[in-house]
């Protein structure tokens, strides 16, 4: 069963307002076939039943350390985020087609604050925590989806044994 709860919050500028009703529909579709996508990638996790912290740094060269994490299938773990750049950075939990056509999203709409359950969204200096259960054995990706990040390689993987 799907326990994946998108909550969606948009800000769009004003001048962006009069192709709301366009951009809604359009996200729709993007929002549900990354839901469909989902899959395969776990689900969040219960604070009671973590496993073990792993901690992860992400900075301003556009990279995540360490950027392949191993776990066991069943695992809940708590992703301990720190940010060491200067700018905004954040970790979205996925799988690389998804994340791909999410960051495709967040840069036609670069106002957009999302926040769901697979990802963490992290200011300068900021720490944070996000728990996750990797479910099934495979590989799940993350990424930082603020536009340019990922392209410069600032994606990391997690191989689930
Ligand atoms: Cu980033």
Redesign the pocket.
Same mark, same amino acid.
């Given at each position: 069963m799907k326990k994946i709860l998108s909550v969606l919050m948009l800000s769009l500028l004003p001048g962006l307002a009069m192709a709301a009703g366009e951009h809604g529909a359009h996200q729709g579709h993007n929002m549900a076939s990354m839901q469909q996508d989902m899959h395969g990638i776990g689900l969040p996790g219960k604070s009671a039943e973590v496993n073990r912290t792993i901690e992860v740094t992400?900075d301003d060269n556009?990279r995540f350390s360490p950027d392949k994490i191993q776990v066991n299938a069943g695992e809940t773990v708590r992703l301990f985020i720190k940010n060491a750049?200067k @700018?905004?950075?954040?970790l979205v939990i996925g799988n690389l087609e998804s994340l791909q056509a999410h960051a495709e999203m967040m840069r036609q709409m670069p106002d957009m604050k999302h926040a769901e359950p697979n990802m963490i969204s992290l200011k300068a200096g900021q720490k944070g925590g996000l728990i996750w259960k990797f479910d099934q054995a495979g590989t799940v990706d993350f990424a930082?989806l603020?536009p340019g990040?990922m392209e410069a390689g @600032?994606k990391g993987s997690v191989h689930v044994m």
């Open positions: 992400m556009m750049g @700018m905004a950075h954040e930082c603020i990040h @600032m």
